[in-house]
Nanobody, 115 residues
Framework: QVQLEESGGGLVQTGGSLRLSCAAS????????MGWSRQVPGKQRELVASITSRGNTKYADSVKGRFTIARDNAKSTVYLQMDSLNPEDTAVYYC?????????WGQGTQVTVSS
């Protein structure tokens, strides 16, 4: 059984940065697609960024130019570098993985941006 475990969330001031990490554990597997989504209570979950095993990336318009996704295939790990954070980025961030869509999810890590 493969599990995803996020780390790196926390509290940061407006304009600050955070780096999220997500490692896959369990049987050895390389997911074609890995990524991050976020959810605010009462709102629909938003796909923030995704990256394929070849390095092709996609970003939500709300984070383009501020967030950078990267991955280390050898470590089955995906990262999300978040810069110029603002209070609207406050959410629980979930790591996801799958073939073409994200179907396996981690438990989430809280990111809070104070004004």
């Amino acid at each position: 059984q493969v599990q995803l475990e996020e780390s790196g969330g926390g509290l940061v001031q407006t304009g600050g940065s955070l780096r999220l990490s997500c490692a896959a554990s369990g049987r050895a597997v390389i997911f074609n697609t890995m990524g991050w989504s976020r959810q605010v209570p009462g709102k629909q979950r938003e796909l923030v960024a995704s990256i394929t095993s070849r390095g092709n990336t996609k970003y939500a318009d709300s984070v383009k130019g501020r967030f950078t996704i990267a991955r280390d295939n050898a470590k089955s790990t995906v990262y999300l570098q978040m810069d110029s954070l603002n209070p609207e980025d406050t959410a629980v961030y979930y790591c996801g993985a799958g073939l073409f869509t994200l179907t396996l999810w981690g438990q989430g890590t809280q990111v809070t941006v104070s004004s």
